[in-house]
């Protein structure tokens, strides 16, 4: 599901695509000229811009040129019945992502549609995460030791997501110590040495001679890669 903007002043033309998107299950929005299409991408935040050109008072060149030197950046496929090539080297040159002219055929315009959709994804944020022998499960909270599910104290999953988040990097333990444990004033340093131990014991080969949870000398720990 994506939002798309339609900036057409044909009706029938707009409400025929909306149609055809809305079956695609997208949100979509229609906007009948340039002002009304400039404060829709404010307020509706499209993914995608399906773009008419000739348009009653502000054109879709200048709506377009105003959009990327705004630095918004999203998909802008122009569909236009200016049809010369010198009008789609001046739509690219303004910043469209694609071009089709009218007369189109619905089919192809759904399909150059999702492909630009597809291309602007942002891919999603990684959930595992894996040093050594050991995987992390980010989002159900679980770790596994070569293959084998090693279950953690909350507190120690905490910490290890802590040290994770600045990997390579070291954290001090009065950093570890506000982000796992909030400031709490009945635990102290020495209670983060103890769940790095937990942490040593359960995922390290050999805890007493750590290869990923290092102590920094005189600062905290750090999660070697
Ligand atoms: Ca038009």
Same mark, same amino acid.
């Given at each position: %599901? ?30 009948? +000229? ?93 959930t595992r995460?894996?040093?050594?022998? %050991?995987?992390?499960d980010v989002e159900n909270r679980m770790?596994? $030791?070569?293959? $084998? ?23 001090? $333990? ?8 909030? !400031? ?8 983060? +040495? ?26 905290? !720990?750090?999660? $070697?890669?």
């Open positions: %599901v994506s939002r798309i903007l339609i900036v057409e002043d044909e009706h029938n033309l707009a409400l025929g695509l909306r149609a055809n998107l809305e079956v695609e299950s997208h949100e979509v929005v229609v906007a009948g +000229d340039g002002e009304s299409a400039l404060a829709a991408v404010d307020a509706f935040k499209p993914e995608l811009v399906i773009l008419d050109l000739m348009l009653p008072g502000i054109d879709g060149y200048e709506i377009l040129e105003r959009l990327r030197s705004m630095g918004v950046n999203v998909p802008v496929l122009i569909l236009s019945a200016r049809a010369e090539e010198i009008d789609k080297v001046r739509g690219f040159r303004t910043g469209a992502d694609d071009y089709v002219t009218k007369p189109f055929g619905v089919m192809e315009l759904m399909l150059r549609v999702q492909a630009l959709l597809r291309r602007s994804a942002v891919p999603p944020s990684p995460f894996a040093f050594g022998e %050991v995987t992390v770790a596994w $030791r070569a293959g $084998r599910e090693v279950v953690l104290t909350p507190r120690a999953f905490d910490l290890l997501l802590a040290l994770i988040d600045k990997i390579d990097r070291p954290v001090t $333990r009065q950093e570890l110590l506000r982000t796992v444990w909030q !400031y709490d004033s009945s635990v102290s340093t020495r209670t983060v +040495d103890a769940h790095v131990a937990e942490l040593r014991r359960k995922l390290e080969v050999l805890p007493g001679e750590p290869k990923h949870i290092l102590t920094v000398h005189r600062v905290g !720990y750090r999660l $070697r890669a």
